[in-house]
């Protein structure tokens, strides 16, 4: 192994790391959002959802983007230019669902490029569950180029797996797989036991 790191593979890495805690971030504060434990609670009227799409590699997924009106439980506020996104289903104009609004969160809005979150338990468990995802594929990998310090003889897939085989009993296979493992039990069992929690009163 090389005992220098690379600072544009160092910077690179930092980025990608941002990048987790970020979306993180974003989905933990929606999952709160879904809970009830922020924002405003109100009724989302669909006006038309359109459906979007991404594509990375050999894979591809699909969801929806809408947009309607929101009106609070209370009626004292009203936004003609709601927006929801990310859907898992599309849904007819004059649909209604149970929205949570970001309220004076910008920076949420923004970074889900939606205005409000859809409420409830299902839909907090979701959000909780995603955030854990986005650390799950991104963490141990970054775990496992920091411990074997950048080689430069890992940067191709089939490199990497030899490099991976290579660190079997060692302690950044364990240091790797524990934080995978610390991701999914976050998924699996830290976002139901929120999502209950939190929307026990619900």
């Known amino acids: ?40 609670h109100g009724i ?6 359109v459906r979007e799409s991404t594509s990375h590699r050999s894979t591809a997924s699909q ?18 230019k709601a927006s929801l996104g990310n859907l898992d289903t599309g849904y007819d104009p004059g649909f209604e669902l149970a929205v949570q609004g970001h309220g004076d969160s910008t920076v949420l809005s923004a970074l ?7 409420a409830g338990r299902g839909a907090a468990i979701g959000n909780f569950a995603t955030g854990f995802g986005g650390l799950l594929f991104i963490v ?10 950048f080689d430069a003889t890992t940067r191709t897939i089939a490199q ?30 830290i976002s139901p036991a929120l999502g209950f929690a939190l929307t026990a009163g619900s």
């Not at 969801?63 to 003609?80: A, E, H, I, L, Q």
């Open 44 to 49: 989302f009227t669909v006006k038309e959802c």
């Open 160 to 189: 990497q797996w030899a490099a991976w085989r290579a660190t079997a009993g060692t302690r950044t296979r364990k240091i790797v797989l524990g934080a995978a493992a610390a991701a999914l039990f976050g998924a699996f069992v």
């Open 1 to 40: 192994m090389s005992g220098k790191t690379p600072l544009k593979t160092l910077c690179g890495h930092l980025f990608f790391l941002a990048v987790a805690l970020v979306f993180f971030t974003v989905f933990f504060v929606k999952g709160l959002t879904s809970a009830g434990l922020t924002g405003t």
């Open 140 to 149: 141990p990998v970054l775990l496992f180029s920091w411990l074997t310090r």
């Open 112 to 118: 889900s490029a939606a205005t409000y979150t859809v």
């Open 63 to 80: 969801y929806y983007d809408c947009n309607g009106t929101f009106r609070s439980d209370d009626g004292k506020t009203v936004d003609n």
